[in-house]
Every structure is written in C-alpha cells, then in structure tokens.
C-alpha cells in the first residue's frame, strides 16, 4: 500500500490544527513564500497539498501551474481571514469546465 504524503499551507490560525491530524504543517502569510514551498513539497514528493484560498488568491500562479496535473494534488481551503469564497468559486469553475455544465451553482434567475 503506497501512502501519500500531505501538507497544509496557510496562517497559523487557519492550518496549525491539521497537524493532529498528521499532515505536514506549512504556516505563512507571504503568498510568494507560499507558491517557494509548494515547490520544495513537490520535490519531497507529497501528493496532496491543501493550501488556504486567500494564499492562492494572491498568487494566482499557485492555481494555474498546478491545476493540471494529477500530482500533486493542490487544493483550495478556506481561511480564518479570508471570506472571500475564493475556493468555492474556483471548484465551480473547475466542474463546470470538467463536465460542461454548471452543477454546483444555483441559478440566479
């Protein structure tokens, strides 16, 4: 059975409670820092990596160089700080450019 090695990126107050849970606990709230140590993760070979949205919110290429790829597996959570619903908007867009149509999102009309 081959286990897969997970990390959490964010602020403190949002990620420091992951660690009970046995992830790799990354704290920072420099969005450049941030984007640096999911490239050291990478390179350690972990294959999900969680990562708070308003990190991702402010580097952009967080989302974009890692969106394709089937490892590692880079996804959005939410912040402490943040309620910007960044994540959720970017799961809608990523279903509905999966499947063709919007699934998740109520319509408005």
Excluded: W
């Excluded at 390179?43 to 308003?54: A, H, L, P």
């Excluded at 597996?73 to 939410?78: E, K, Q, S």
């Amino acid at each position: 059975m081959h286990l897969v090695k997970v990390a959490v990126i964010g602020d403190a107050d949002s990620v420091l409670g992951f660690r009970g849970l046995g992830m790799t606990v990354v704290t920072t709230d420099d969005p450049v820092e941030a984007y640096r140590k999911i490239e050291e993760l990478v390179r350690k070979r972990y294959g999900v990596i969680f990562i708070t949205e308003d990190l991702a919110g402010k580097n952009l290429a967080i989302i974009e160089d890692y969106k394709e790829k089937i490892e590692p597996a880079v996804i959005l959570i939410p912040s402490s700080r943040s309620d910007e619903q960044f994540a959720m908007n970017y799961l809608y867009e990523m279903v509905n450019k999966a499947v063709g149509i919007n699934l998740l999102k109520e319509d408005n009309n």
